[in-house]
């Protein structure tokens, strides 16, 4: 069952980046040529690098979000490898792999949660729909357009928050099931939902450095 | 031509078809007769215990039902529990139970288990045996044993039945078995209440080849005499004449006097509901060596402390069909409770009050159900640095007097191996390592009669000391080479010594050599008991219990056992049965000192993303409250 449901959900979820990007290029002319398709990979590749103009503080920011995207990269084969493709549960040198990355993972989150949080909140411009709407429903004052010092869109506040929010559920899943309180019925029910939470994360991580690649691209 | 072709189908059809019914009705009818329930054979729904107050009979000389016997009998013979009892009872149904039916072929032999074996420490023998096609297990005929002559050594222990009723092909046997009978199924042997019923006697009357007369000399009315083993070929048992030698006392039967009434009609104290100690003269264990407990420091299986009978769980209507209670019995068993009768089945429904399991097992992750039997944790002794020796009753017939009580007596049945079963699941078990002199022919080790061994390697051996703890004689190289080419004269195909795992053999330079071969493989079986509590189960201190770098369930020593000097110092890695990589299970395990940082670590990372959440959650909260409020 979480096999099949797995593998829909990342098919559709690539499926829906890859007509994301024939609908809505991110740059106005885009080529298909190989040495095109060279070039933007390369530019892709260059994004892991550290900017010269980063703050300490930046490039920290940069550091654990790029450790952060190795242990994701490492979990999610580790975990979704054996059960999609193997048809197996995870366990021997996967599992002991998923549970060496993991604590890395979860220490970079918990970095890019403090660091990223603030930037990440979502502000009047990030849905002036709604705020028409209230203007009509209540009798709010028009106080004035907040500047916008943000760089993040839409998309990328709300896949972080689709990052993060889960992340709790995630971890206390499988750090509670260590311990003595909960019998095999609960086992398996934090089992379940570690399994559940852990494919909502992933595919809101894919969806997130989709968003940032392609507004970099933009840049 | 079509309305003929039609017609000419029609009749064809019929032709087939028509017989049918009949054949059907012939062969409901066949099933209405061998179906005919008996008086026992079906309840009438009562829970009271029947009152066995009947008539007792013999077996005539033609193998037939005899004339009723009285206490004022001038020949007193032995009554027949088939002709006693088959007046209410299928004697034929009844044999077809699990403890009966190993002879039969037809019977799946379901899950292995305890093998009858075979020993001699003056020739470095012990070999497995089972009528029942169990992996590396040999027919009893292969070592040369014939049904009479395997009654006569495992008898003891059985409630009759199975082999003791072949009939026997070898002409020589054909005499003594008219002169001893055919060992019966013993039903007093589980169902007799009394408690003067005393198997060690039956024993004693089997060893005699008193086969006829032991059901009736183990129970509280009668008592035996004599030995059949003692009579000539001649000897009539049915009309006794009087022996030459008057040292010799033929076998016979007598009666306590009060055990007839009036119309020569006697109480059998039967019950339906089996006492624990009538199981336990056949499935006693006793650890033994150092480290060991005495029995009445060892606590009982936790079912039985708790309340239990053997035959709570292990129950069987009429076809004595028992269920055995291990994992998946059900796809091979008749048994309408071979399903719930395995751990699972009761402690997943409560059947009997058990604990149910979705309750139990706090912290355990529920891969270990996959990976370990119910029995891996809760089973047997708690495992030690090293297997310890064992003693069964059917191996070391525990219960009979004057047996040999050193620890060192053969066979060596080593314990608790944890060992992977056919469903891949970690299970504990009993196991020995086969040692035993055989041939080779295509590939395939079959043992050599043993009689032929004792005489040959006998003549070796005979400056060799026989321990009297009953241990193995001590082999060196240079008897087995001896004794190999002694046995290679008298056999067919490859002479080969089956011991420590290992198949010694003799090179075209006359040089020992030992190679793996299967046939040399311990022989395992897996244990269901004694059960221990909860409480004592492995890993209910730490997980450490097994995922420690040291934990006896996968670095445990497995003990090599051999008659051969030079190999019983050595030992294998519980592992190595496991079928997993030791590294591995090394590494896993030692990845459990790091556990307890995981969890800080983790804990508060999780604090610091819930303080995140919630410390924005709390500013949108805000910002609505200021919305709705129309202040912003």
């Known amino acids: ?219 | 031509m079509k309305k003929g072709l039609i017609v000419t189908v029609i009749l064809i059809w019929l032709a087939f078809v028509l017989p049918a019914p009949t054949v059907c009705s012939a062969n409901k009818a066949a099933g209405a007769d061998t179906d005919e329930k008996l008086l026992g054979d079906e309840s009438d729904g009562s829970r009271a215990v029947p009152i066995h107050l009947i008539p007792m009979y013999p077996e005539n000389e033609d193998g037939e039902k005899g004339f009723k016997i009285a206490g004022d009998d001038e020949i007193l013979l032995p009554f027949s529990i088939r002709w006693t009892c088959e007046a209410c009872h299928s004697y034929a149904t009844i044999s077809n139970g699990w403890h009966f039916n190993a002879v039969d072929s037809n019977v799946a032999p379901g899950r292995p288990g305890q093998p009858w074996i075979l020993v001699d420490a003056s020739t470095g023998t012990q070999i497995p045996l089972s009528y029942r096609p169990w992996p590396q297990t040999f027919k009893p005929e292969q070592v040369g044993l014939t049904p009479r002559q395997f009654t006569k050594l495992f008898g003891r222990h059985t409630p009759g039945g199975g082999a003791g009723e072949l009939e026997s092909q070898d002409p020589d046997e054909f005499m003594r078995e008219f002169i001893s009978g055919k060992l019966e199924i013993n039903c007093l042997a589980c169902h007799n209440a009394a408690p003067e019923q005393n198997q060690t006697e039956y024993a004693i009357q089997i060893a005699r080849e008193n086969f006829r007369w032991a059901a009736a000399a183990s129970c509280e009315f009668a008592s035996a005499s004599g030995s059949a083993i003692d009579m000539p070929d001649t000897y009539d048992p049915f009309m006794p004449m009087p022996l030459d030698d008057p040292k010799k006392v033929p076998p016979g039967v007598s009666y306590r006097e009060d055990a007839f009434d009036k119309d020569n009609w006697v109480f059998f104290d039967i019950t339906r509901k089996v006492a624990n100690e009538r199981c336990y003269f056949c499935h006693s264990n006793l650890d033994v060596g150092s480290n060991s407990p005495e029995r009445w420091a060892v606590d009982e299986d936790v079912h039985l402390t708790a309340g239990l009978r053997c035959v709570d769980c292990h129950r069987n209507d009429i076809n004595h069909n028992i269920t055995r209670g291990y994992e998946g019995e059900e796809f091979i068993s008749a048994n309408l409770l071979a399903a719930t009768s395995s751990c699972e089945g009761c402690h997943t429904t409560g059947r009997l009050g058990a604990p149910l399991l979705k309750h139990a097992h706090a912290g355990i992750p529920p891969v270990h159900f996959d990976k370990l039997s119910c029995t891996a944790c809760h089973s047997g002794r708690w495992p030690g640095e090293k297997t310890i020796l064992t003693k069964t009753s059917r191996a070391h017939s525990l219960g009979i007097a004057g047996i040999n009580k050193s620890p060192e007596a053969l066979p060596h049945i080593l314990y608790p191996v944890f060992a992977k079963q056919s469903n891949g699941k970690i299970t504990p078990y009993k196991m020995f390592w086969p040692a035993f002199w055989g041939t080779v022919k295509e590939g395939k080790v079959t043992p050599i009669n043993l009689e032929v061994v004792k005489k040959t390697i006998g003549k070796i051996l005979t400056k060799e000391k026989l321990p009297r703890t009953g241990d193995w004689r001590i082999l060196t190289a240079e008897h087995i080479i001896e004794g190999l080419n002694s046995l290679q004269k008298k056999i067919e195909g490859k002479a080969v010594y089956i011991s420590a795992g290992k198949l010694y053999k003799i090179d075209n330079a006359g040089k020992l050599i030992a190679a793996e071969h299967d046939a040399a493989k311990p022989y395992l079986w897996p244990i269901a008991h004694d059960v221990r509590p909860a409480a004592q189960s492995l890993g209910i201190r730490e997980c450490e219990d097994c995922h420690s770098t040291d934990a006896p369930f996968f670095f445990g020593a497995v003990a090599v056992d051999s008659p051969i000097a030079a190999e019983r110092d050595l030992s294998y890695e519980m592992t190595e049965f496991q079928n997993i990589d030791s590294f591995y299970t090394w590494a896993f395990a030692f990845s459990f000192v790091f556990r307890p940082w995981l969890k800080v670590i983790a804990l508060g990372c999780c604090g610091i993303i819930g303080g995140v959440i919630l410390l924005y959650a709390l500013r949108a909260l805000a910002c609505i409250v200021k919305v709705l409020a129309g202040k912003s």
């Not at chain 1, 999609?84 to 549960?89: G, R």
């Not at chain 1, 021997?92 to 604590?103: K, N, R």
């Open chain 1, 1 to 219: 069952m979480f096999r099949t449901i797995s593998i829909i959900a990342f098919l559709a979820t690539f499926l829906g980046i890859g007509l994301c990007c024939l609908a809505f290029p991110c740059c106005k002319e885009c080529r298909w040529a190989p040495l095109a398709i060279l070039r933007r990979a390369i530019r892709i590749f260059t994004m892991l690098f550290l900017e010269q103009k980063l703050s300490p503080v930046g490039a920290l920011r940069k550091l654990v979000y790029l450790l952060a995207l190795l242990c994701f990269l490492v979990l999610a084969i580790t975990s979704f490898y054996p059960v999609l493709v193997l048809k197996e549960p995870i366990h021997g040198y996967w599992l002991m792999l998923h549970a060496t990355f993991a604590p890395v993972f979860a220490i970079c989150l918990a970095g890019l949660a403090v660091m990223w949080a603030g930037n990440c909140c979502f502000n009047k411009s990030d849905w002036p729909w709604l705020t028409h709407i209230l203007e009509r429903l209540t009798p709010t004052k028009r106080v004035g357009e907040e500047p916008s010092n943000e760089r993040l869109g839409l998309g990328q506040k709300i896949t972080f928050w689709l990052i993060v929010v889960p992340a709790l559920p995630l971890i206390l899943s499988i750090i509670l099931s260590m311990f003595d309180f909960f019998g095999t019925y609960w086992q398996e029910l934090l089992l379940d939902i570690h399994r559940y939470t852990a494919l909502v994360f992933a595919i809101a991580v894919i969806l997130h450095t989709y968003l940032m690649i392609r507004a970099k691209m933009r840049e």
